[in-house]
């Protein structure tokens, strides 16, 4: 078995500009480009005075601060996330989904608005552009769910690389790869890949939904951007479709099987590592659970609180628990919290769910923590919030590695019972070290796939050749709609003919035979 | 960089199954055999009596011989390929289409009453069926161009694993994957993934034909076989789509990008290798070419010789070159033959390819030539004759890598001038290089990447998760016209109640005043 590359060819030392998204996307991002980095590439990352995960100063990036006014940081999103808990907790689930699009299309223009004020204050300044112009990157980094970096590639007129699970027209494949709304569930919808007839309508209502919020919310304004600073004139969403590679993060153990392109290189759970030590006094907590082992709890970055009621009854489940537990929460002391309930600020949360004691892991289902529970092994009780979150999780569900709770119908005892049965029903843990053992069995590591790729595109200068340019063709025509309608025209066509010739034709005979007669 | 698999996880001395199809597809399978049994695999093979390739005796693998009347053997097929040549030669070339879908008309019912001839006596074989089953075997290996092997797969409830190019619908992707017509070209249309208006409405009317054909004429005879022997019930085409994983003998250098499934994995080249030292004479015979360099033509296995007026100016137009030429011919010596041009019953085509020396290559465009040439990145002047070769020049050619002739028009001038043209124009030679470039610029080599989802199938007893099961639902609901004729016609009924509602109100309003009026 050879394997061609070991340390990689060439193309060390390439010149990398990363154009990143805030919060969670950036915790991704942070580990390719330290990845890259160790690889002997120079990185230079694109932030604004607003940037809040994004630090301007680092030992292995450079940094380009954009100066803007309006920022999407902590004060921008937290009010939007607290409105998004507030419906999910308050109303009747049908309710609580209009409520919801209703809160997107208040959040999706302003969140729109702050990138494209970002792309224009870096079109505007002209030293920056003639200095980023003459620095030769070799390509562009960027997470599209913002258009920022998918425009300065095209100024700059560099490849483009995918660090990606969103784009602005949702989940990564819907826009690249066909997508038979059939089979494939759309992000936000809750469906799974195999929908009854009422379900496939729902699907199909919300990608319509979809469609009028891209093209009445998402369009104009990055198409302002791009009919003003880039030329020739070009269409966003085919500027969005143009990415040379897409680092896609998830794979086919996490994600339901679907259409895909050959551009599209899956990287899911690249950052997943085997677990490290334990810091003492943690390992020796997590050891005093003797037989009975430990369950982690996060709810995520963004929630450090839930309101109070929840936590009370959370924390009194917990105390009727034999096992040990370790929750990351930051609010106000519970007064119903256990002595086998440890609370703390921050926790290695990669590295507890590699350890053996591990027994559960409470989580939100932001996919981060969903693929590092995958890559370990450890069942879910999950309680998804907001996002994608509900999403993530019925994909663990479905293979019946998780149990899913409802914040609006969460109390002490739905959640003793939810990790009552993840605790005692082996087949939680029998399945998710089924889709551990598949997910490690691969050909090269995901991250090492990622890092190649990037590469590839480095020494290529792109990838055209996994590229269809279909996307450049008219609707209709991609649709085949005008083939079919010409060649149904020239079957009518010949039918009519057929008849009126026909019938000519026996009226002459029909005639001459009178004549014949008379 | 770490690589998980340098020597793979275990799953050594699996026990496979195969069942290929004869001729070059023969070529490709035995070299994954020869593979497989080196990495510790036991292989049994199934072939019939009028087996032609696929010798009984291997020291490689064992196989099963099953008894049949009637063969696809050589007898069968040569006259088929020489009516195919003569039509290919005789007529215009729209006159040529039709003729050639005619004759495959004729040869398609031949070749598949043959399988399921060969299906129908295994399944008979009661003996037989059950050392099969005791034998339990971990997989299916099969080239399912010929249905046996899915049927037999279905019957011993095996895993599947496809070496596959073609399949009974087409070219393998045409039924996994969504194919949009708009720039999916279909094999034998000789269209690029550019089209015209015009080319879009002859690939429609080609797909249209091959629907035709696969209803009327395929799935009757696959069907029969089913319905007698697999239980449950069970639809042909459906088994088609079960496979665990396909093996596409194909890769996005070669191929137009398309999209894809999670379970199609690309071994393109898989057979190609560095070249290796010629045997002396022939190592003499190319360094007497000095400068100038060699040609090399072949037709391929089918194809030994061709008419003697296109033979005489082939070898007249040689004769006018600097360059030395190895032509692999058995008919009888041209008179034109110049002293620079050796004749050859066999050469090895591989290491010549792979030669320094080499400038050109003449081809008839099957899939292993035009690989190899694409491997060793060798400029092509291809003459396709039958089946998928004007296809698979097409590809070279779209890529400025090769110049194609008909063999129609193929005389001593339009030779001489394709040969120079290739021999002289420098971007043949860089745009070919180019591809080989990009075709060895890969993670894996395409043989380990095919051996290690083999093995994988071993391990975890299929592949399921990468495997959609949409073409499970009937197609109105796979593409969603049930869907859509519901939320139009709630459409429509919402327009018409409004209206009539409306018109009663204003009715009523009116009735009203004028009352009140009155």
Redesign the interface.
Known sequence: ?????????GCHGGKILVVPLEGSHWVNMDILIRALHD?GHSITVVRTTKSWYIKEDSTYYDSITVSVTEGFDEEFIKPILQKLFDIERGKSSALNFFSLQLEAMYFIPKSVDHVCLMATTMFEDKALMQSLNESQFDLVLTDPAWGSGIMLAHYLQLPLVYNVRWITTGEGHLTL??S????IPLTGSGLS??MT?SE??KN??FYLLLMAQNNMILKPRYQAVCDKYLTPKVDFFELQQSADIWLMRVD??FE????????VVYMGGFQCKPAKPLPEDLEDFVQSSGEHGVIIMSLGTFVSEVPSDITEDIAAAFAELPQKVIWRYTGERPSTLGNNTLLVEWMPQKDLLGHPKIRAFVAHGGTNGVQEALYHGVPVVGIPLFFDQYDNLLRLKERGGAKMLSIATTNKDTFLQALQEVLHEPSYRENMQRLS??H??????PL??A??WIE?VI??KGAA??????YK?PWY????V???V??LAAVISVVVISFVVIRYTCFKLLGMKKIKHE
Do not use: W
């Open positions: 078995m050879t394997i061609l590359y070991l340390s990689g060819p690889r790869a066909p038979p709304l059939s089979y890949d195999k007839f496939r309508v199909m209502l086919f153990v339901f099987p679907r259409p895909t392109m050959p551009n053992r598949l490690r069995d691969q050909p090269m590591q090492d796939r890092l190649f590839f020494r290529n050749h996994l590229r269809t340019e279909s063709m025509s991609y649709h085949s005008d083939v079919v010409f060649l």
